[in-house]
């Protein structure tokens, strides 16, 4: 099946998307309990911040890496989510790849910043880089997301 290319026009995104980018994945339990919060969202493009704690560290000042993983993985799922309209008739999502190159020690709050590179009607393959308060890449990833029919 030929995919359409991610979409340049960075308007206003379908309702569709919006609701289910701030209530499903903002909202969702785990989202919630890592204060994950959305910054900007756009079509085919979302970019989260996540608040350092001492509590999401593994050891002193240093993030656990799959609290940033968690922090791609949503990015993705968003950035997949930013694209629909109701006439993809999408009834879910799921992570079907995640790959995270760690680059630096996420010690301060991060910001990730999911762009949807190619969309099909049954998925999506998105770039995520994540960054440190200074602009410093701390990660690159490639997020492979299912959308369900």
Do not use: C, K, N
């Amino acid at each position: 099946m030929a995919g359409r290319p991610a979409s340049p026009d960075h308007g206003r995104m379908h309702t569709l998307a919006r609701t289910w980018i701030d209530d499903v994945l903002a909202g969702s339990p785990v989202t919630r309990a890592l204060g994950i919060e959305v910054v900007a969202a756009a079509p085919e493009e979302v970019t989260l911040r996540l608040a350092f704690r001492h509590d999401l560290t593994t050891v002193p000042g240093v993030l656990h890496g799959g609290v940033v993983a968690t922090l791609v993985d949503v990015a993705g799922a968003a950035a997949s989510a930013s694209g629909l309209t109701p006439g993809d008739a999408a009834t879910g999502g799921a992570t079907t790849q995640l790959d995270v190159s760690y680059a630096g020690a996420a010690g301060s709050d991060l910001t990730a910043t999911a762009t949807v590179l190619r969309r099909t009607r049954s998925a999506t393959h998105s770039q995520v880089v994540v960054r440190d308060l200074d602009g410093e890449v701390v990660a690159l990833a490639q997020v492979t997301s299912r959308i369900f029919h």
